[in-house]
Structure formats: C-alpha cells, structure tokens
C-alpha cells in the first residue's frame, strides 16, 4: 500500500534560517505529489504540487520542493523562514486518482 | 475562489446521540467531495469519498452505517456520525474538487471538531 512518510515530526528555527522538511513516499508508479500547510487555526491551504515536467517546484510564500524519483524523496524548502511560517506543513500523495495519501505532519516553529 | 465551508465548527454531543456536519462548496461545483478524520498530532486519514447521486465509498475498516455520508448537490455533502460514542471524538475535515479545476486539486474545509461525552 502507498504510505507517505515525514520524518521530521517537530522543527524549530529562528527567522532568517534555512529550511528543508523530508518526504518519503513508498510507490513506484506515476504520482502526483503535494505540499499542504495548516496555519493554527486555519484549513489546509495547498503549497505547491507536482504533476509532471521540472521536478523542482515553486509554490506560494517563497516555498519550494524537488521531486527526486530516484530517492522516492519530494522535500521542501524555503531558503529564509519568517516567523509566520510557523505552521503545520503536510506532504501527499496519490496515483492519478483522487485519493490523497497524507504524511503525519511536520510542525514548524520559527521564533523572532 | 475556491472556498470550502464546514458546520459546525465544533460540537459537543452525548454519547448515543447522532451529529450532521456539512461540508459545503461555496464558489464551484464539487461531484466528489472527501471526508477525512485527523487525531490529535497525527495525519489526515482519508473515511470515504462522497460521489453526487451515488453511494459514497468508504475506505477499509470505515463502517459505513456509522459514518453516514450524501451527496445530494454539487456544492453539499453531509456526513452523519450516528450513535456516537466517545471514540469517535476527532477532527473532521472534508475537501472538495473543482470541476473545472486543475486534475486532483482539493480544496480543504476548515474542519469539525467532535467531542462525545
């Protein structure tokens, strides 16, 4: 079965430092991945996605994340964190269906 | 665009009663819409996927008559957690795709927290 893992449960950065949150995932097929990101209080809000074509992806907030088939890998980055980065942030997957497969969650914490 | 509403937001129920949450797309038209339960620090589990006009589908080791789900718009889903028990305390997030969106893109509704005393 497909699973999603996020191996990095809880990070914590000072603004200005760099950050890089892990996503494995255990497919081999053709996939779609996903970031998402929940802000306390908040819905989950899409980051960036990758469907096909360059594997390195922008996405909003100055966020970006590299597909790396070869190492089943989709991490994130973000070169500065600010402190409203401050979040829960949540890889995905699926298989060209609409089921999404979710990691369990990154929680950042970035302090002034 | 894109906007997913959840009601209520919260609810406290007793134990043996039923509780309805909608999940509603307020811009666009949504055919499938997906109900998800995400315990405390761990990730969103996918409970069943809601078709208009059909029969939802359920995901292994959902039980179907407890988690009562239709579809009856293009912009409304309702799950019903019937004779609730404490166990079913949880967060309950629906999501929703656009018709006319980008392939697989689901939009989040901001979620129902459950307590069953």
């Known amino acids: 079965a497909q699973s999603v893992s996020q191996h990095n449960h809880h990070v914590i950065l000072s603004e200005a430092a760099s950050l890089e949150l892990g996503c494995n995932y255990s497919?081999?097929?053709?996939?779609?991945l996903f970031w998402y990101v929940q802000y306390p209080g908040q819905h989950l809000q899409l980051l960036l996605k990758?469907?096909?074509?360059?594997?390195l992806v922008k996405g909003i907030k100055g966020f970006e994340a590299e597909f790396i088939k070869s190492k089943f890998s989709f991490n994130l980055r973000k070169p500065s964190v600010q402190w409203s980065d401050t979040a829960e942030y949540f890889c995905a997957v699926n298989e060209n269906t609409d089921k999404l497969i979710f990691g369990t969650g990154t929680r950042l914490q970035v302090f002034p | 665009g894109a906007v997913v509403s959840q009601h209520p937001s919260w609810v406290i129920c007793k134990s043996g009663t039923s509780v309805k949450i909608e999940c509603r797309s307020l811009d666009f038209q949504a055919t499938t819409m997906f109900w998800y339960r995400q315990f405390p620090k761990q990730s969103l589990m996918l409970m069943a996927t809601s078709n208009e006009g059909s029969k939802a589908t359920y995901e292994q080791g959902v039980e179907k008559d407890k988690f009562l789900i239709n579809h009856a718009s293009l912009t409304l889903s309702t799950l019903t957690v019937t004779s609730a028990h404490p166990e079913d305390s949880s967060f309950y997030i629906c999501?929703?795709?656009?018709?006319?969106?980008?392939?697989?893109?689901?939009?989040f509704g901001p979620g129902t927290r459950l307590t069953v005393l």
């Open positions: 990758y469907f096909s074509g360059d594997p």
């Open positions: 999501s929703a795709r656009d018709l006319g969106g980008a392939f697989n893109e689901q939009f």
């Open positions: 497919y081999g097929g053709t996939v779609n």
